[in-house]
């Protein structure tokens, strides 16, 4: 599942297509697709994991889920979820949600959750942070209500950075680890867009994947853990359980 970091190299991308009118629409989605002919595009953004192609009025949100893909000026040989094609050029997107949402995304989300919003406030994840009960630490980083954009990825680097264990709970927390914590989550998730657009993101991994803790040179432990049974990778001696 692209991360946040992705999504915002992906609308960066598509800059060229803002202002554009779309002159055709096709594609297999549910949603009335026929209602983007003719609308320009005022606007791209992006919430976290989510994409936001927005026109006068409402917005396409796309999510890639898991295994979703998209092609600029190029197509698959499968049907696409949704294809827009303009005077020149086309961007077509595969086995992803697609929702439209009337409005802008101002009123609908929360732009301070974004880790890599100008808006982003640390301070509010803090005070959001504060209030779990009963949360492991590596639930609450992918909480996209608090780290909107935080993937599986993040997470795991995040806390081993933080020498953190994933199974401590959040409330166990000392408070100079939770402002670390969220101050990690931010700095690497700059550093995840970063050596992603250099296309060199899988060297600076320490423990994702990794058989070994660089720290300690111990095999490290992986095994699916929290609400989303997601892969977590740690070592159980320089990461502290709190």
């Known amino acids: 599942m692209p991360e946040g970091p992705s999504i915002l190299i992906l609308k ?8 554009k009118k779309v002159i055709t629409v096709s594609g297999n989605s549910k949603i009335d697709i026929q209602r983007i002919k003719g609308k320009k595009i005022i606007s791209l953004q992006s919430w976290g994991k989510h994409l936001l192609i927005c026109f006068k009025y409402f917005f396409i949100r796309i999510h890639l889920l898991m295994y979703g893909t998209y092609r600029i000026n190029e197509r698959k040989e499968t049907d696409p979820r949704l294809r827009l094609t303009f005077t020149k050029g086309e961007i077509n997107f595969y086995t992803c949600s697609i929702i439209l949402i009337e409005g802008s995304p101002e009123k609908v989300y929360d732009m301070e ?11 509010k994840a803090g005070k959001k942070l504060k209030a779990l009960e009963n949360t492991n630490v590596c639930d609450a980083l992918l909480n996209q209500e608090i780290f909107s954009g935080v993937g599986n990825i993040i997470k795991n680097e995040v806390l081993f950075l933080c020498r953190i ?3 401590s709970l959040v409330e166990n927390l000392p408070p100079k680890k939770l ?16 050596w992603k657009k250099a296309f060199e993101l899988r060297k600076h991994w ?32 320089c990461q502290i359980k709190y």
Do not use: V
Not at 113 to 123: E, F, G, R, T, V
Not at 206 to 219: G, S
């Open 12 to 19: 960066e991308m598509l800059k060229p297509f803002e202002g």
């Open 206 to 237: 320490q423990i994702y994947f990794k058989k070994e803790c660089p720290r300690c040179k111990i095999p490290s432990k992986r095994e699916h853990f929290g609400k989303g049974d997601r892969w977590t990778f740690y070592c159980e001696n």
């Open 165 to 167: 264990h994933p199974k």
């Open 179 to 194: 402002k670390e914590l969220i101050k990690q989550a931010q700095d690497y998730s700059w550093n995840f867009y970063t």
């Open 113 to 123: 959750s974004d880790i890599l919003s100008d808006s982003w406030n640390p301070k």
